[in-house]
């Protein structure tokens, strides 16, 4: 483990957002993430990236132009997680408000039409037309949402049906392109927009104001049913937020304006009904929510019904405009996401167990294989995922966890900070042909198909070629901090400016702060994580901490302890109060 203290710029001044009454000790945050002056804090819409600054969405525009002003039948197919999921409600509502009154959805089943728009899919939706014309009519543009990149055969599918396909992603491409009418991706070779860091939401969106503004040049808005006032597309910006959180996608400037906007939006109590409706089955106030919540509440809830039933649940409570409706769908997904918590400590427990059978253990990182492969006939395909992700984080090696599928397994793979997870499955592929089925994703998350009778032939050689990509300093944990916190900065108002300062995530971290701590009193609560006081820098006062999940059990907790904290906001019978969160032991 090495711990580093991020960096502040050699020209950081303290003062620099005193104007704006930020706490000394943010202020040092935020300028070791580039952040120094009032002027890059502002998060107005109007600081968005321009649309017309991302190429394709010409081709993709003409497309919806003629779509609408035809009545087209027209197709939105997501993906199964949270980003597909809001992503295609922010498609079905946008496409709706702006005029096209034949928008229906398909997301593909995890189990039986795996991701994107396969030719499984394809088939489904002939299948639907051919069995009921009058409910399910003859689809005439498909539009991707979260997916299609790399859905070359099913373009090619539905090309032959003669639909038209337009592609709305932002996954990492491959040597090939799809034979789609459009295709609209930030990370498309030789995209010159400022972000590629939006979600397939963050897409989508950006592909429904440049429709707006081209309608708005023709003087669509002008007859009925308009009459000269145009759709207020911003009413869709709490749906983005959640995706662009719950999808891990770097927050950029760009993204964090998105993410503010929609927090903004549901603290007013405008936001859609299904997130509401969430947000009180959650138990979050929606007068406090943070990007926390939608990380670590609204997110989760939503990706259980991918993981576990159909994603359609999820949508379907995002398209509701009725409260009762959304009510009982939000506690649905609140009901999945419990069965999904269960599933995934079980299997976690049984993968650790079968590790420690293997002799691999986090204390043996000297002799650990460069990928963690476990697999098991019991599995569940949609929580794999999740077992990846831890391994990857206890052991600090690239992770795959594999479940049975119809066609043999499907693994889902979770990488580590500097290595390139699509990248080395690539390589994989190309020096072992047919071993995969298929493959596909970015840099820190992948899925992938063997058959059967192939698993054992993947863990075998799969370890040989990461580890011929793996550098030493990979395989060594860094943890950032941002220094040390004194006990005078430690208050209510800056655990305030925390909550409300960021929004924080991806690649730019919530705070935390290091200190030298005496503890005591420590407690075991519900679930195993751990309570107690905690009292630092020669003061006599104690502080109330938590420690959620902790790596130890009450009784080894040592009674004096360098900490990585982060500062949080306590509250009971309507008053506040600060807080520690204890996140690691650094000694």
Known sequence: MKVVVRALPPEFQAGALRQLKVPAALERVYAARGVDTPAALEAGLNRL?????????????????????????????????????????????????????????????????????SPAVVETLLDDYARDPGAHPMPELLITVDNGTSSIDG?????????RVLITDHHLPGATLPAA????????????????????????????????????????????????????????????????????VPLDRNNRILV???????????????????????????????????????????????????MSIGIECLLSDDPTRARQLAEQLGALNTERRELQAQMQHEAFAALDKLSISPDRKGQLPAVIIVADVEWHQGVVGLVASKLAERFHRPAVAFAP???????????????????????????????????????????????????EAFQRIAPKVFAAALLPEMLSEVIYTDGDLSPAEFDVELAQAIRFGGPWGQAFPEPAFTIDAHIFDVQTLSGGHLRCKVRWGGVAAMVSAVWFSPDRAKDAVPERARLLVQ????????????RLMIRRLLD
């Open 181 to 248: 009418a459009a295709i609209v991706n930030p990370n498309l070779p030789g995209e010159t927009f400022a972000s590629k860091n939006l979600c397939g939401a963050g897409v989508m969106f950006y592909l429904l104001l440049a429709l707006r503004a081209k309608l708005r040049e023709s003087g669509y808005f002008n007859g009925a049913p308009f009459k000269g006032i145009e759709p207020n597309l911003s009413t869709l910006i709490d749906l983005v937020a959640l995706a662009t959180v719950a999808d891990l």
């Open 405 to 455: 599928a119809a066609d043999g397994w499907r693994g889902s793979a979770r990488s580590i900070s500097g290595f390139h997870l699509r990248d080395a499955l690539a390589l994989v592929d190309a020096q072992n042909p047919g071993l995969m089925q298929r493959f596909g994703g970015h840099a820190m998350a992948a899925g992938m198909s063997v058959d059967t009778d192939k698993l």
């Open 49 to 117: 990236l321009p649309p017309v600054d991302l190429s394709g969405l010409g081709a993709a525009v003409q497309l919806l132009v003629q779509a609408i002003n035809q009545q087209q039948q027209i197709v939105i197919v997501g993906d199964f997680d949270a980003d597909g999921a809001t992503g295609t409600a922010v498609a079905v509502r946008g496409l709706r408000m702006l005029g096209a009154q034949h928008v229906r959805y398909r997301v593909p089943n995890r189990f039986t039409h795996g991701y994107g728009l």
């Open 155 to 163: 373009v090619a599918r539905a090309n032959l049906a003669g639909m």
């Open 260 to 310: 503010e906007q929609g927090l903004r939006r549901l603290r007013a109590g405008a936001g859609t009904m299904g997130l509401r409706a969430l947000l009180a089955t959650s138990g979050t106030d929606t007068a406090t929510v943070c990007a926390q919540d939608f990380g670590f509440r609204l997110g989760p809830r939503i990706n259980a019904a991918g993981r576990l039933e159909d």
């Open 567 to 578: 500062v949080a906001i306590d509250e009971f019978r309507g008053l506040a109060s600060a």
